[in-house]
């Protein structure tokens, strides 16, 4: 596989992300976790934003985007938001692997193009490779907020999550 095929995957997976953390949101709000569901539909608004910078790289590179189909999103449900978030980080560390991934493809063929691609921040945005890192740091410190409080308590962090 080729750089603008691994990037071809890149976009099905922040798709994925996308479509993922969106029924994550829809989850949360069906059992009343309206800061978390918040932050989900957030962090789904984001995932798409990041599809739609790959696709509009590659259509800079003169490659047409393939929208192939998405993984299927298991159901969720329940209302442990430990669960949810778990999950999150599963997602965003899988999503680090494959950008990581992708990096060493593009070193690999001296692809400096994708490589400034992944690495060079925009005006309000840090990189895919920095954000990754963000992204995961933001969820690992909601763990730990969540692991130190009982069942109770996870309502404040629910409200501290509300955007």
Known sequence: MNTLEALQEQLTLERTNAAYYRAMADALDNVNWAGSA????????????????V??????????PVYGPIEEIPELSGDDLVQYFNAA????KDTTAAL??????????QDVQTIAFLLNPGDEW??????????????YD????LNRL????WKLVDQQLKK
């Open 89 to 92: 980080m599963a997602r965003e």
């Open 150 to 153: 009982d069942k109770c308590g």
């Open 55 to 64: 696709a509009n790289y590659l259509i800079d590179r003169n490659v047409q």
């Open 38 to 53: 918040s932050w989900m539909r957030s962090a789904g608004n984001d995932e798409q934003g990041h599809a739609d910078r």
């Open 126 to 139: 840090p990189g895919f490779i920095a954000e990754q890192t963000q992204s995961e740091r933001e969820i």
């Open 142 to 145: 909601i763990l730990q907020e």
């Open 100 to 109: 990581v991934s992708l990096y060493l493809q593009a070193w690999a063929e």
